[in-house]
């Protein structure tokens, strides 16, 4: 059997919640032991879709982000558990917590850095996502994923053997790089949004914005340089910025404007109405 990724777009989500919806469809109410008891109607969610809203109005961007177990080959809450056998992995790479052999200790849960196993209080067992592993173990499920997979109307989520995605792996990253080599996840993410730095560029005196105005911006760290012109609405974007200081000079016919040390370690910047008299 070829092991599995999940490869999820950030770029495709539209925000929708199929993936969430389904997959309480499919497993509030049903027991699909020995791969999973019913999950509650509340409290948890295997599969959740995050809203990371970024920047002021109006240089604003939103993304959606499903968040879900994340199948780690080396899985730190495989080493936490006490009892054998009770959290396996299988040989399609996917991790499930045996619903009859947990103890309820709840120590994977908390050894979870993603923070994706939940604890059901009312059958004393730890729950996430399986990868409707019952299903892909069900020859006669003709769309043969999950089904946050298969009800996914952008298709920015995909279930796929690990060697046909190698080229979409080497684009994308994982959530939580810092533990890549660590755990080995499974999941991958492609266009995860970096910063921003946007402004709106305009003349005071003829109350007009500027129009084709050269943006260049310098990375501080590594010298790089970005450019970019201001648009018919005098804005200008910079995306998927590095966290780090940047300077950005803006140049119109004899006219500059310069800005040192923009910081976007903690957040997006937007420069607001940027005044230029031409």
């Avoid at 050269?214 to 648009?231: F, P, Q, W, Y």
């Avoid at 800005?259 to 903690?266: Q, S, W």
């Amino acid at each position: 059997m070829s092991k599995k990724v999940f490869v999820i777009d950030i770029k495709k989500c539209n925000g929708c919640h199929a993936c969430q919806i389904v997959c309480k469809d499919e497993h509030v109410g049903n027991d699909w032991t020995p791969i999973a008891k019913p999950q509650p109607d509340s409290g948890q969610f295997w599969i959740k879709l995050t809203e990371r809203v970024r920047g002021t109005v109006p240089k604003v961007k939103v993304a959606y982000r499903p968040h879900l177990c994340m199948h780690c080959d080396d899985a730190p809450c495989m080493d936490a558990c006490p009892v054998e056998g009770a959290i396996y992995k299988r040989e399609d790479g996917l991790v499930i917590i045996d619903p009859v052999k947990c103890s309820g200790c709840r120590l994977c849960v908390d050894a979870c850095p993603y923070d994706v196993i939940f604890f059901n209080d009312n059958l004393n067992l730890a729950q996430k996502c399986t990868g409707c592993a019952h299903l892909l173990d069900d020859e006669n499920w003709e769309p043969g994923v999950p089904r946050c997979v298969d009800a996914c109307p952008t298709e920015a989520l995909r279930f796929m053997d690990e060697d046909e995605a190698k080229k979409l792996i080497s684009k994308a990253q994982v959530w939580k790089p810092e533990l890549k080599k660590q755990l080995h996840p499974r999941v991958y993410y492609l266009n995860l949004p970096g910063r921003f730095i946007a402004g709106t560029v305009y003349d005071p005196n003829e109350k007009e914005v500027i129009i084709d105005a050269d943006c260049i911006l310098t990375e501080a760290s590594s010298g790089k340089v970005l450019n970019a012109r201001t648009d018919s609405y005098g804005d200008f974007w910079f995306e998927g910025l590095k966290e780090g200081e940047y300077s950005l000079q803006i140049l119109k016919g004899k006219k500059k404007k310069a800005f040192k040390k923009i910081d976007t370690t903690l957040e997006d910047i937007n420069l607001g109405d940027i005044p230029m008299a031409l």
